[in-house]
């Protein structure tokens, strides 16, 4: 239950705030929260939204992670695209000054 309502505030987290009073600490009171409806539905299906929540978490963070790795890729490919543009130009002008006339 407990982590069943965690997570249904954390969802609904943006929707409470801004209701919430206060300019630098927003003030969340009991009058507030009072006529706030919480589905509860029974404990075994909790237990299933928790469970599936959680696999989708883990999910979206080996989908972060890969993310993550794959821009490492792309800013290696991009220095070694850079590298080699640099070093064909640097040979060319090389070349250029090495023509006899």
Request: net charge negative; proline share 3%.
């Amino acid at each position: 239950m407990k982590e069943y309502l965690s997570l249904f505030i954390k969802n609904k987290e943006i929707e409470i705030y801004s209701v919430a009073t206060g300019a630098n600490w927003l003030n969340i009171n009991t009058d507030l929260l009072k006529n706030y409806i919480v589905p509860v539905p029974p404990i075994d299906e909790q237990k299933i939204m928790v469970k599936k929540v959680y696999q989708l978490m883990n999910k979206c963070q080996l989908i972060e992670q890969e993310v993550e790795k794959n821009e490492q890729y792309t800013n290696q490919l991009i220095q070694a695209v850079l590298k080699e543009a640099f070093s064909s130009e640097k040979e060319e002008v090389n070349d250029s000054k090495n023509v006899e006339v």
